[in-house]
């Protein structure tokens, strides 16, 4: 007889939106270790301080500081609902070690209170710039605020299926499933519809939990603005192919070319 499945906690009623965001779509541990390493290869000694744009609730920022006892860290969100999850949620239990962090309910274009040594801009938060000379005078400003030798890093999403209007569900371990809703796409424009939606095995669901209006940048068209911007070297970093030659492994590696697979995301690093 086989063992039988604890039901789900999660139903549309229960269910906490930011709780089920971070566990879908957000790898904090894989993601701070990839960002300490790569400033690390750059610039032979460790990154200190830290800066989240668009942080939403703050988890990066909080597994930086949980990572690095002497570490600092800041984060730049314009919507206090999950900046408030956040602090209650992700910095709260860290007790003493949350004073190193400071949240900011502020434009992401707005200056940092430190120089950062990292800063970075995740799940593609940043395609809300749909004009060129917008992103333009975003990474202007990023650069000027980094630290001397502080590096950009961008995470991106590509291929020719982000092209396309689709649902992708996974269904979760922790008994909910988690649905990419790619609504609309012009082809013109790239200018991009999205949302994300959460079903439960009780049959409810959570519909537009999270909505975008995005651009899709092309990466190439990245890397020309972020030039443009003053950034003295570009890296792009690919994701590896696991054993069952299909899905990816987690271990991004710097690449000249990477691979022409129908959707794949990747890491832009950009040194001052």
């Known amino acids: 007889m086989g063992k039988k499945r604890t039901p789900s906690p999660y139903t549309a009623r229960t269910a906490d939106k930011y709780e089920l965001y971070q566990l879908s779509v957000q790898s904090p541990e894989p ?92 799940n593609f938060s940043y395609w809300i710039f749909t004009q060129r000379s917008e992103l333009l005078d975003y990474f202007h400003g990023v650069r000027a605020d980094l630290a001397e030798e502080g590096l950009f890093v961008l995470d991106i999403h590509g291929g020719p299926e982000c092209m396309e209007e689709l649902e992708e569900e996974t269904e979760h371990e922790e008994g909910f499933s988690y649905i990419w809703d790619q609504s609309e796409f012009s082809p013109v424009t790239h200018a991009t519809k999205c949302y994300i939606h959460f079903r439960f095995p009780d049959g409810t669901e959570m519909k537009n939990a999270f909505r975008y209006n995005w651009r899709l940048w092309s990466l190439p068209e990245l890397r020309d603005v972020l030039t443009d911007a003053g950034f003295d070297r570009i890296d792009v970093y690919w994701e590896g192919t696991a054993e069952d030659g299909e899905s990816g492994n987690g271990i991004y590696r710097k690449t000249r070319l990477g691979e022409n697979d129908t959707s794949w995301v990747s890491y832009i690093v950009a040194l001052k």
């Open 31 to 122: 993601d701070i270790a990839f960002l300490r390493r790569v400033y690390k290869q750059a610039r032979a000694r460790p990154a200190h301080h830290f800066r989240e744009d668009f942080c939403g609730t703050a988890l990066l920022t909080s597994e930086w500081i949980r990572g690095c006892k002497s570490c600092t860290a800041e984060g730049f969100d314009i919507d206090p609902e999950p900046l408030g999850w956040g602090r209650k949620h992700n910095l709260g239990p860290l007790g003493n070690a949350s004073s190193r962090a400071t949240l900011h309910e502020a434009d992401v274009r707005e200056p940092s209170q430190q120089p950062p040594d990292v800063r970075c801009a995740q």
